[in-house]
């Protein structure tokens, strides 16, 4: 089945404690990217990769760090959480940049 | 500076009517524009798109209408089921590249 996946799906951490969110996928798709969902400010990219070892930023990268070191993954870093961290991430994937398929989502609480 | 719209947070329709979503944006250079489809507890799904170079697009109850003039494309769902009760997000990007723009979503409920 192809698909998105993300893991944990929940997370509850402290500030400062260092964390990785993990995204697969096993489309074989080029673009990766990132986003966050707050109430009422909708999906908000954090970072993008185009292909291995290609990363860019996206409307909301500071506190966040990215790897592309192989196709299939995508891991989003937050060395140093802090409480405005807490929110929705999705993780998409894409053939080419504009049609995406996202994971089901992780919910993070920093406390 | 939000770049892309959805002035509707919520639209309610009945079973077997019309839903028209609405979507604005300040880009003219976006090129690429999609509307995704999200459930609870789920990630969004891709619903349909539209390059600059058409106005209309159309994949069985949906259509989507981009006026470029006036930076603005409409979701239209016909006849609009129960089922499409979720929130609706409109994205818009340029083809090709990585940078991708969403709108805050629209919540449909299509009532029986």
């Known amino acids: 089945e192809a698909q998105v996946t993300q893991n944990p799906r929940y997370l509850i951490t402290v500030t400062g404690k260092k964390l990785t969110v993990t995204c697969s996928q096993n489309?074989?798709?080029?673009?990766m990217s990132w986003y966050r969902q707050d109430p009422g400010l909708g999906l908000r990219q954090i970072y993008y990769?185009?292909?291995?070892?290609?990363?860019d930023k996206g409307d909301v990268p500071e506190g966040y760090k990215v790897s592309r070191k192989e196709k299939r993954n995508f891991p989003l870093i937050l060395e140093s959480p802090s409480p405005n961290q807490t929110s929705l991430y999705f993780c998409a994937s894409g053939k080419i940049a504009n049609i995406q398929y996202f994971g089901a989502g992780t919910r993070l609480s920093v406390l | 500076d939000q770049q892309v719209k959805q002035n509707s947070p919520s639209l309610s329709v009945q079973e077997g009517r019309i839903s028209i979503l609405n979507c604005d944006y300040t880009n003219s250079m976006f090129d690429y524009f999609l509307w995704y489809k999200k459930y609870p507890a789920e990630g969004p799904t891709f619903l349909i798109s539209?390059?600059?170079?058409?106005d209309k697009n159309e994949d069985g109850r949906f259509t989507v209408f981009l006026n470029k003039s006036a930076k603005h494309l409409s979701l239209h769902i016909v006849p609009s089921q129960p089922g499409d009760s979720a929130v609706y997000f409109c994205?818009?990007?340029?083809?090709?590249?990585?940078?991708?723009?969403f709108g805050d979503g629209t919540t449909l409920t299509v009532k029986p």
């Open positions: 489309m074989n798709h080029e673009y």
């Open positions: 994205a818009a990007s340029y083809t090709n590249a990585g940078k991708s723009t």
């Open positions: 539209i390059s600059s170079i058409k």
């Open positions: 990769s185009m292909n291995v070892e290609v990363t």
